[in-house]
């Protein structure tokens, strides 16, 4: 798509954030010679951003409040490089008010919104009276000024039940409480309200009515110029969620008829107009799937995490839109220009554990394997082979966006490069989202904000166990790599030292509790490989070796086989038919010099910040009293008791940080 002539304005812009928004922006920069300069903490120091960057600068110490929280900093960064403009990209300073009126102040350019729209949106109580002047819809509510407490449980019983509490200046599930039952109501309003004065430095909050039908969240993208002019660019689904953030989107929203999709655009268009808005935006609706009603629910003031989707189906490059909005351009194309092509997803891979609630991780990425990247398949990131997921900073991975003709194409995309997609070292979520990928219902569209809670039970299937072929394939290959050759073979093999005598090479493994013992016999140039004692394997091998990965192929009487084995320490991540499974070299129980500790409870599962402390040395406790509460990335976490007793040892103090596997409290019965 054409855009028309570029008025060459900006040359250098400062990018006010980190990770794989900052290098997404840097690459549309960088394709319109705009030079970009970076900014870094001391946990990014070595980061991708950094070296994309035409310049980059130091800005202070990991956490966020100290370096990109920063506005003084940035403000003396930009004095000294020179910048003519800052993209605060997503989080951080994005939806900051105060930022860009500072911006404004030194004649720098803000690329986003006026403040004016940034203050209006980001107060979901000021921002719902306006919209509803404006003639959108609107959940019924308390969005009022008053925050005593006892009237916002007056309004709370008006407005009915369930209902959920909302963070005024919050986002991404910050500060944001269901109440189901009138008596639970006061201490869910304080426990959203100290998590938001935490996230926001604010403790406001408004009350929204919760729908109990299956409600959708679909989503709208505007583009807005300084000259009146407003557009809409299709919509996203983003409907399944966990812990209130999105984990999955995908555009256009399945299953609007053309009449929905022209109706919620030009309702988030008039939104946009209505606060003189500028730059992109995404205007966010709950759909009541049953009356196909929309209702407005907020405006993000920025570029939104899922923007690649958008581009994808319709072929805009949004970052470029943004700079060109930036310097007085008008928007390039009309209403009419914007079409829809097929269909888009993206799935977020996180640090995290969903077995155990969806728990983020922070830790070394010790192997990575992605998909390759082509016109349909992309992946916005940041994070390399042999970089950390800071406890500092949200734990995204990457984001891998799919394109195809249709949904059920584009769906099978996406499956289809999440198994290629491979991490050791840390937990992450992309076995649920492959799970996820192929559920009937996610198939089928049938998709709501509850869809996790609901299909649990199928979400989350164990690992199906290796079979006696790949695990025969497993076992000859990695008793190969042994040799230190690159390229192995029966006939290069030393270990195999007497080829045609039937000599049995052993190998015991363990997946989780269970034993798993190998024999492999080899007479050239096949191996016969017994499982536990089951009839033998028939297999040929050829094996290559680089560094900690091993790579296995052979084929057996029945068909091709391919394996993957990642060694960490005495654990082998094997890949196999887009399958993770780890195995464990087995150690004798007498070889583990911490297998009597008994510190199988008390310990922390997580990295975070002690935020505090509810019991102290000699209380007496029963299993499920809280004990602490810990801090992981701005979320709050309730650390219970795990057993009746006294407490005999509280091994921090508020504030103190706790790295995963630490124990955190000691009880004596």
């Known amino acids: 798509m054409s855009h028309g002539q570029r008025l060459n304005k900006l040359s250098k812009i400062l990018i006010a954030n980190r990770g794989e928004i900052a290098c997404r922006v840097m690459k549309t920069a960088r394709k319109m010679n705009i030079k970009t300069v970076a900014v870094f903490s001391d946990a990014d120091r070595h980061s991708l951003h950094v070296k994309m960057a035409d310049e980059a600068h130091y800005i202070g110490p990991s956490p966020a409040s100290e370096s990109y929280l920063r506005q003084d900093k940035l403000l003396e960064i930009i004095k000294k490089t020179g910048a003519q403009a800052v993209h605060p990209g997503y989080g951080f300073l994005s939806e900051q008010a105060p930022f860009a009126e500072a911006l404004a102040a030194q004649g720098v350019e803000f690329i986003g919104p006026p403040a004016s729209a940034i203050a209006d949106m980001g107060s979901k109580s000021a921002s719902k009276r306006i919209m509803i002047d404006a003639g959108v819809s609107c959940i019924p509510g308390y969005h009022g000024d008053n925050q005593d407490e006892a009237y916002l449980k007056e309004q709370a019983d008006q407005v009915g039940y369930p209902i959920i509490i909302k963070a005024v200046s919050g986002g991404g599930g910050k500060g944001m409480r269901m109440v189901f039952h009138e008596k639970d109501f006061m201490a869910a309003l304080r426990s959203a309200k100290e998590e938001s004065i935490k996230a926001f430095n604010d403790d406001r909050v408004i009350l929204e009515r919760f729908f109990d039908f299956q409600p959708r969240h679909v989503e709208v993208q505007v583009m807005a110029d300084s000259h009146g002019n407003a557009l809409y660019f299709s919509n996203r689904d983003c409907s399944v969620q966990r812990r209130h953030q999105k984990i999955i989107e995908e555009a256009p929203a399945p299953g609007l008829t053309p009449e929905e999709h022209r109706e919620i655009g030009e309702m988030a268009v008039r939104a946009a107009k209505a606060v003189g808005y500028k730059s992109a935006g ?32 319709t072929g805009v490059d949004l970052v470029e839109l943004q700079l060109r909005v930036s310097q007085g351009e008008k928007l390039p194309i009309t209403q009419d220009d914007i079409n829809v092509h097929g269909h888009a997803f993206e799935a977020r891979v996180y640090a995290e554990d969903p077995a155990n609630n969806f728990m983020p991780g922070s830790g070394d990425v010790k192997y990575l394997s992605t998909p390759a990247e082509t016109d349909n ?30 949904r059920l194409s584009s769906l099978s995309l996406l499956h ?19 799970d996820l990928a192929t559920h009937p219902q996610f198939e089928s569209a049938d998709v ?27 076992a000859v290959s990695y008793l190969l790599s042994q040799t230190g050759k690159v390229s192995v073979s029966p006939w290069t093999k030393s270990l195999f030292s007497r080829l045609n005598i039937d000599h049995v090479e052993e190998l015991k493994l363990k997946d989780g509790d269970t034993d798993i013992d190998v024999k492999i016999r080899c007479v050239a140039p096949s191996y016969f490989v017994s499982v536990d004692g089951r009839p033998e394997v028939e297999l040929s091998a050829d094996v290559t070796v680089d560094d900690n990965v091993i790579v296995g192929s052979g084929n057996s009487a029945d068909r091709k086989l391919e394996c993957k084995i990642v060694q960490d320490g005495d654990n082998l991540h094997v890949f196999c038919d887009g399958n993770e499974t780890v195995l464990s070299r087995h150690v004798p129980k007498y070889q583990k010099a911490d297998e009597e500790s008994g510190l199988d409870d008390g310990v922390a599962s997580v990295e975070g910040l002690v935020q505090k402390i509810f019991a102290g040395v000699g209380d007496v406790v029963k299993r499920g009293d809280v004990i602490l509460q810990v801090n992981v990335m701005k979320m709050l976490f309730d650390i219970p008791a795990h057993k009746d007793g006294v407490i005999s040892s509280i091994c921090f103090n508020e504030g103190d940080r706790v790295s995963k596997g630490q124990l955190l409290y000691e009880l004596d019965e």
């Open 448 to 474: 709501h904000t509850d869809f996790i809670t609901q299909h649990g039970d199928s979400l989350f299937p164990a690992t199906p166990n290796l079979s006696d072929e790949n695990l025969a394939l497993t």
């Open 416 to 434: 289809s490069k999440l198994q290629e997609y491979h991490v050791v070292g840390l937990s992450t979520n992309i076995k649920f989202l492959k």
């Open 377 to 406: 398949v992309r992946i916005d990131t940041s994070i390399r082979q042999g970089d950390a997921v800071s406890v500092f900073y949200d734990p995204m991975i990457a984001k891998l966006v799919v394109w195809a003709p249709d």
């Open 282 to 313: 995404t205007v966010e609706f709950i759909m009541d799937t049953v009356e196909r009603k929309f209702y407005f629910m907020e405006m993000n003031t920025r570029l939104q995490v899922e923007h690649p989707i958008t581009e994808l189906v």
